[in-house]
């Protein structure tokens, strides 16, 4: 079932962000970045076929579990969140899933780079007036506090992706979140917390973009105040 993209998920979910007591990181050694939360507006069936050459994207990167093929297809409906897959020549987190978003320009509030990052990176300008709260602080592997910000799109919203950063932006249905086999979490070697998996279309979803997309189904829509920053990264999402 699609979660309907009106005036009342936009009360419920500012309401549930004021009223969460958010874990804030503060570590001098790790860099301040910020990601957009962008909550828009979709339409089921629009996105039955992929507009990339997924194949192309996938060379190099290893799938992470056998019958997934990173298409990110049939994903849309209702209200819906803005999900980008990452350029794979960059020369950090190439053909990587993400957020609209980057670290923080000195003098930089969190609200001003998640809302110049989404211009910069998906071609949409929202004012401060459109941030509905804030999700809780995430230490990377890579050395980056990141923190979440939520953004009421108000409709449907056009991106415009930066090609040299952003091959396609997917708006991918808030129901998806809630699929009965996410999330998941995996044991590795490497490390004694558990890797977060959000099964999104024909692939996984991994932290720190699958810790934020966890904790935006869990406190946003569920009011549920699990902490999710110590969900372990996979090994690849290390540098």
């Not at 790790?30 to 909550?39: F, M």
């Not at 990176?121 to 923190?147: A, F, Q």
């Not at 946003?220 to 699990?226: A, F, I, S, V």
């Amino acid at each position: 079932m699609t979660i309907s993209y009106d005036e009342s998920l936009r009360e419920r979910i500012e309401a549930n962000l004021s009223g969460h007591d958010r874990r804030a990181v503060s570590d001098p050694t790790k860099r301040h970045a910020a990601v957009a939360v962008v909550l828009v507006d979709s339409e089921v069936g629009e996105d039955r076929v992929d507009p990339v050459d997924v194949e192309g994207w996938n060379v190099g990167r290893g799938m992470p579990d056998a019958g997934l093929d990173g298409r990110m297809v049939d994903v849309s409906g209702g209200a819906a969140f803005f999900l980008c897959r990452r350029a794979s020549r960059l020369t950090s987190h190439a053909a990587q899933w993400a957020l609209p978003g980057g670290r923080l320009d000195p003098g930089e509030t969190v609200v001003d780079a998640a809302l110049r990052e989404l211009d910069e990176e998906v071609g949409v300008r929202l004012p401060d007036s459109t941030v509905l709260g804030l999700l809780d602080d995430y230490p990377t592997r890579s050395g980056y506090v990141i923190t979440p910000v939520v953004i009421w799109g108000g409709g449907r919203l056009d991106p415009r992706p930066a090609p040299e950063e952003v091959v396609a932006v997917y708006r991918v249905g808030l129901h998806q979140l809630q699929r009965t086999d996410s999330p998941r979490f995996i044991e590795i070697p490497e490390s004694p917390r558990p890797v977060v998996q959000v099964p999104l279309g024909n692939d996984l979803i991994h932290a720190p973009t699958g810790a934020v997309l966890l904790q935006l189904r869990w406190l946003c829509l569920e009011g549920r105040h699990d902490p999710v920053d110590e969900l372990e990264q996979p090994v690849f999402a290390w540098k």
